[in-house]
C-alpha cells in the first residue's frame, strides 16, 4: 500500500498480509521517498561544519598528515560563503584550532585563507581519545541550537588514551546535536569504533586507502552534506492493544538496525529518529507480532508515519488476514526476501572475517561461501567484488576458499562496506 505524495514526500508499504492459521508475525518494508519539491519547500536552516583531524603522532607517518590538510582545505572550499565552521585538531585531547576563540567563523575568502595558516601551524603529535573530540564538537553544536550540524571525523588509529566506556558515552550524549560521517586512513584504525560513532550519530564510515584520496572523499562528503535540507524526519509506528513491535531496520541503502533507539511517546506508540534528509530514498524492514485471528479475519497490524515535527508528512498501513489457503499465506514479498537477504549477507561477512582473523578457517569459509552466494543471488556487485579480495571463487565449480595472502586494506573495506545494499532488481516489464 502507499501514500500519495504529500509536500514531495511518499510512503509505500509492500508486504504479504495473509498469515496462516495461528501464525502471529509478520513483515513489511516500508518505503520513504523524498523529492526536491519537499527540498524546495523546506525552510532555510543555519548550517554548521565541523572537521575533525586526527593530529596523533602517527599521523606523521608517510604523507597521512599532508593528506587531511589538503582535504580538510577541499571540503572548506565546497561549503558556501556564509556557512559556519570550526576545524578541531583531535589527539588525547580536542582543540579548536581555527577560530582561534574556540567557536565557529563563517565561510568566506579570508577565514578560508586564515584556515589554510592554522592548518599550517599544526604538526602530529600525542595519542588519541576520539571521545573528547566528540565532546568538544558537541559543546560547538549547542551555540547553535536549531542549526543543522554535521561533522566529518577523520583518523588513522585506534582509540587509545580513553577507557571504551568514555567513548560510549559521549557518542550518546552527541546524538541529536550532530551527525558524524567517519573515515578511516591507512589500515591501523578499528572499524568496529569508527561504525559505533557513525551508526548513532546517522553518517558513514569508509576507508580511505591512501592519502591522496582524502581530498576528493572529503569534497564529496560535503556535498553530501549540503544536499540535506530536512533537518530530521521520524518513523512513528502505532501498533493496536497486543500487538508489539519487534524490530525496525534501515535496510536500503545501508543495514542499520533502529530498534532500541525507539522512543515511547505515547500508549502503542514509538517514535524512531531517521536523521537529516535530502532528495532520496530509504527502506525500511519492520516486524510486527500480532494476536492471532480466526481464518478470513483481517486486522490492522501497524499504522506507520513520517513525521516532521508534529506534522505527518506521509503513512503507510500494515495489515493482517488469516487464511487456510496455503497458496496465499507461503508468498513472500519480493521486498522483505530481499532485503532479508542483503541483512544476513552484512551479519556473515562480519561473522567470517571475525572467524578468520581467529584462524578459524572452517568457520571463515563457510561464511564467506554463504556470502558470495548471497551477494549474487541479490545482484549486490559491489560486495561480490569486494569478496573476491578475500577469497577465491571458481566460477564453474561453485568452490569457495580463503585467499591464503590478503590486503589488509582490502579487508577492511569488505568489513566496513559489508552493510551497504543493493536495492531490489526491477522485473522484466516493471
Given at each position: 500500500m502507499?501514500?500519495?505524495?504529500?509536500?514531495?514526500?511518499?510512503?509505500?508499504?509492500?508486504?504479504?498480509?495473509?498469515?496462516?492459521?495461528?501464525?502471529?508475525v509478520?513483515?513489511?518494508?516500508?518505503?520513504?521517498?523524498?523529492?526536491?519539491?519537499?527540498m524546495?519547500?523546506?525552510?532555510?536552516?543555519?548550517?554548521?561544519?565541523?572537521?575533525?583531524?586526527?593530529?596523533?603522532?602517527?599521523?606523521?607517518?608517510?604523507?597521512?598528515?599532508?593528506?587531511?590538510?589538503?582535504?580538510?582545505?577541499?571540503?572548506?572550499?565546497?561549503?558556501?560563503?556564509?556557512t559556519?565552521?570550526?576545524?578541531?585538531?583531535?589527539?588525547?585531547?580536542?582543540?579548536?584550532?581555527?577560530p582561534?576563540?574556540?567557536?565557529?567563523?563563517p565561510?568566506?575568502?579570508?577565514?578560508?585563507?586564515?584556515?589554510?595558516?592554522?592548518?599550517?601551524?599544526l604538526?602530529?603529535?600525542?595519542?588519541?581519545?576520539?571521545?573528547?573530540w566528540?565532546?568538544?564538537?558537541?559543546?560547538?553544536?549547542?551555540?547553535?541550537p536549531?542549526?543543522?550540524?554535521?561533522?566529518?571525523?577523520?583518523?588513522?588509529?585506534?582509540?587509545?588514551?580513553e577507557?571504551?566506556?568514555?567513548?560510549?558515552a559521549?557518542?550518546?550524549?552527541?546524538?541529536?546535536?550532530?551527525?558524524?560521517?567517519?573515515?578511516?586512513?591507512?589500515?591501523?584504525?578499528e572499524?568496529?569504533?569508527?561504525?559505533?560513532?557513525?551508526?548513532?550519530?546517522?553518517?558513514?564510515?569508509?576507508?580511505?586507502?591512501?592519502?591522496?584520496?582524502?581530498?576528493?572523499?572529503?569534497?564529496?562528503?560535503?556535498?553530501?552534506?549540503?544536499?540535506?535540507?530536512?533537518?530530521?524526519?521520524?518513523?512513528?509506528?502505532?501498533?493496536?492493544?497486543?500487538?508489539?513491535?519487534?524490530?525496525?531496520?534501515?535496510?536500503?541503502?545501508?543495514?542499520?538496525?533502529?530498534?532500541?533507539?525507539r522512543?515511547?511517546?505515547?500508549?502503542?506508540?514509538?517514535?524512531?529518529?531517521?536523521?537529516?534528509?535530502?532528495?532520496?530514498?530509504?527502506?525500511?524492514?519492520?516486524?510486527?507480532?500480532?494476536?492471532?485471528?480466526?481464518?478470513?479475519?483481517?486486522?490492522?497490524?501497524a499504522?506507520?508515519?513520517?513525521?516532521?515535527g508534529?506534522?505527518?508528512?506521509g503513512?503507510?498501513?500494515?495489515?493482517?488476514?488469516?487464511?487456510?489457503?496455503?497458496?496465499?499465506?507461503?508468498?513472500?514479498?519480493?521486498?522483505?526476501?530481499?532485503?532479508t537477504?542483503?541483512?544476513?549477507?552484512?551479519?556473515?561477512?562480519?561473522?567470517?572475517?571475525?572467524?578468520?582473523?581467529?584462524?578459524?578457517?572452517?568457520?571463515?569459509?563457510?561464511?564467506?561461501?554463504?556470502?558470495?552466494?548471497?551477494a549474487?543471488?541479490?545482484?549486490?556487485?559491489?560486495?561480490?567484488?569486494?569478496?573476491?579480495?578475500?577469497?577465491e571463487?571458481?566460477?564453474?565449480?561453485?568452490?569457495?576458499?580463503?585467499?591464503?595472502?590478503?590486503?589488509?586494506a582490502?579487508e577492511?573495506?569488505?568489513?566496513?562496506?559489508s552493510?551497504?545494499?543493493?536495492r531490489?532488481?526491477?522485473?522484466?516489464?516493471?
Amino acid at each position: 500500500m502507499s501514500s500519495p505524495a504529500i509536500k514531495g514526500i511518499s510512503v509505500a508499504v509492500d508486504q504479504n498480509p495473509y498469515l496462516a492459521e495461528g501464525v502471529r508475525v509478520l513483515d513489511a518494508v516500508v518505503s520513504v521517498e523524498t523529492t526536491d519539491e519537499l527540498m524546495v519547500a523546506a525552510p532555510a536552516q543555519e548550517r554548521v561544519e565541523i572537521l575533525i583531524i586526527d593530529c596523533s603522532g602517527s599521523m606523521g607517518n608517510g604523507d597521512k598528515f599532508g593528506g587531511a590538510r589538503n582535504a580538510t582545505l577541499a571540503a572548506l572550499e565546497v561549503i558556501p560563503d556564509g556557512t559556519r565552521f570550526a576545524i578541531v585538531e583531535g589527539t588525547d585531547k580536542a582543540e579548536v584550532v581555527y577560530p582561534r576563540d574556540g567557536a565557529t567563523a563563517p565561510a568566506d575568502k579570508r577565514s578560508r585563507q586564515d584556515a589554510r595558516r592554522a592548518l599550517d601551524k599544526l604538526r602530529p603529535h600525542g595519542g588519541t581519545a576520539m571521545g573528547t573530540w566528540l565532546g568538544l564538537s558537541r559543546m560547538i553544536a549547542q551555540r547553535h541550537p536549531g542549526a543543522m550540524v554535521h561533522a566529518i571525523l577523520l583518523t588513522d588509529g585506534k582509540n587509545e588514551h580513553e577507557r571504551p566506556e568514555q567513548l560510549a558515552a559521549e557518542i550518546g550524549a552527541s546524538q541529536g546535536l550532530f551527525s558524524c560521517d567517519c573515515r578511516g586512513v591507512g589500515t591501523d584504525w578499528e572499524p568496529n569504533e569508527l561504525r559505533a560513532i557513525a551508526s548513532a550519530l546517522h553518517g558513514t564510515v569508509d576507508i580511505v586507502k591512501t592519502p591522496d584520496l582524502l581530498a576528493a572523499d572529503f569534497a564529496e562528503m560535503m556535498q553530501t552534506s549540503l544536499a540535506k535540507v530536512i533537518p530530521e524526519l521520524t518513523l512513528r509506528v502505532w501498533t493496536p492493544v497486543g500487538a508489539t513491535v519487534r524490530f525496525v531496520k534501515l535496510v536500503d541503502p545501508v543495514i542499520e538496525d533502529l530498534t532500541a533507539r525507539r522512543v515511547a511517546t505515547a500508549a502503542q506508540i514509538g517514535e524512531y529518529p531517521l536523521g537529516a534528509w535530502g532528495a532520496e530514498e530509504r527502506g525500511y524492514h519492520v516486524q510486527i507480532e500480532v494476536e492471532a485471528a480466526p481464518p478470513g479475519r483481517e486486522k490492522l497490524a501497524a499504522r506507520i508515519s513520517v513525521v516532521s515535527g508534529d506534522e505527518v508528512l506521509g503513512q503507510g498501513l500494515v495489515k493482517a488476514v488469516w487464511t487456510t489457503d496455503t497458496d496465499l499465506s507461503a508468498r513472500i514479498s519480493r521486498r522483505v526476501a530481499h532485503y532479508t537477504g542483503q541483512a544476513e549477507l552484512a551479519q556473515v561477512v562480519q561473522e567470517g572475517l571475525a572467524a578468520r582473523k581467529q584462524g578459524d578457517v572452517n568457520t571463515a569459509t563457510a561464511k564467506l561461501r554463504r556470502a558470495v552466494e548471497l551477494a549474487n543471488e541479490s545482484g549486490n556487485e559491489n560486495t561480490a567484488k569486494l569478496l573476491k579480495a578475500v577469497v577465491e571463487v571458481d566460477d564453474r565449480t561453485g568452490t569457495v576458499r580463503l585467499r591464503s595472502r590478503v590486503d589488509a586494506a582490502d579487508e577492511m573495506a569488505l568489513d566496513v562496506r559489508s552493510t551497504k545494499t543493493a536495492r531490489v532488481r526491477k522485473e522484466a516489464g516493471s
